[in-house]
């Protein structure tokens, strides 16, 4: 067999060799051999709180955040439990961590007078969630999440959170030839009142959110908009338990103008909160800006005025705050 002609003579193939000397040709940042994660993996910004062992590291970054929140006048913080305190090996272990680390957060509560917005359980980032919680066909798997959302509501009491967040990123399906979504469905609906009925048990006074999200990673999530969890909540008679925490920027991902979701749940007065930001258009993904855009955070804003968002606005105010924003619009 004839020898292939060679183009890049003298050139062998290129190793990743991160400690090489000046002028070697290699890589020094890329590992081909090095295994990825997805976006809801492993942070990719290392800040100098975050040194030490997993549990040093995280009561440093819990007293750098209260340090920031103070700095910059922050009434209120939200967290998931796992940002919180990681995971052990163990649940048992976890929970430990979590009561470890917010007995220091209830400290510094006390300290600076900050208070919990909301919690959040994290039931996406380890792979055992790949496939949903409260929809996944795994009981084992649906019995621990069931246990981590109990020690979540724990800790919601525990902190006195003014309310508690439903994240379901994975809740959906890629491809619907595969899944009874009717049962998944009833599934969730069973999970969510089992949560409340936790919630009244152990007398926890907050106000329950659903976040919707239209993709990521799912093709379809059931929570895609505001109209389907509305739609969801008023048909398994849940409407009464929840409102919803709409984020702005999966509002359009679900292909809705800015504003859409927002008034919608004012609207039907499900409205409970608000993750107010931003994303690029050309994404499939929220990427969790700050809102840049005059238009879209003055019609969000006309939205709380005109249902009375403060308790203490008159319909004389409330005139003046409309005639206020219809300038600018």
């Avoid at 942070?43 to 030490?52: F, I, Q, S, V």
């Avoid at 009717?182 to 926890?204: D, S, V």
């Amino acid at each position: 067999m004839a020898t292939q002609e060679e183009f890049f003579v003298g050139i062998p193939k290129i190793p990743y060799s991160p400690n090489a000397v000046p002028g070697v040709m290699c890589f020094k940042h890329y590992n081909a051999e090095e295994v990825g994660a997805d976006p809801f993996g492993s942070p990719t910004l290392h800040r100098p709180w975050n040194k030490g062992a997993p549990m040093e590291s995280a009561k440093k970054r819990l007293r750098a955040a209260f340090e920031f929140f103070a700095k910059l006048g922050v009434k209120y913080y939200t967290f998931h439990c796992r940002d919180m305190a990681p995971e052990g090996s163990t649940l048992e272990v976890s929970n430990r961590n979590l009561d470890e680390i917010t007995d220091l957060a209830l400290h510094l509560q006390s300290q600076t007078g900050i208070k919990v917005l909301w919690v959040t359980c994290n039931l996406f980032a380890h792979p055992r969630y790949m496939n949903g919680v409260a929809t996944n066909p795994d009981c084992h798997l649906l019995a621990y999440a069931g246990a981590q959302v109990k020690k979540g509501l724990d800790t919601a009491k525990k902190l006195g959170t003014e309310k508690f967040v439903f994240w379901g990123a994975r809740e959906g399906f890629l491809s619907v030839h595969n899944t009874d979504v009717a049962a998944e469905l009833k599934h969730m609906a069973n999970f969510f009142k089992m949560a409340a009925q936790y919630k009244e048990k152990i007398g926890l006074k907050c106000q329950f959110l659903i976040e919707p999200k239209p993709k990521e990673p799912c093709k379809h999530q059931y929570d895609y908009d505001a109209m389907s969890v509305i739609g969801f909540l008023k048909h398994y008679g849940l409407a009464n338990h929840f409102k919803l925490n709409i984020e702005p920027n999966h509002t359009t991902l679900a292909g809705h103008s800015y504003e859409h979701d927002v008034v919608m749940v004012s609207v039907f007065g499900t409205l409970g909160s608000v993750d107010s930001n931003t994303g690029s258009p050309d994404l499939g993904w929220d990427t969790d800006e700050f809102p840049m855009d005059i238009r879209n955070a003055t019609l969000v804003m006309k939205t709380f005025i005109k249902q009375n968002g403060e308790p203490s606005v008159t319909s004389g105010k409330q005139e003046k705050y409309e005639s206020i924003f219809n300038h600018y619009i």
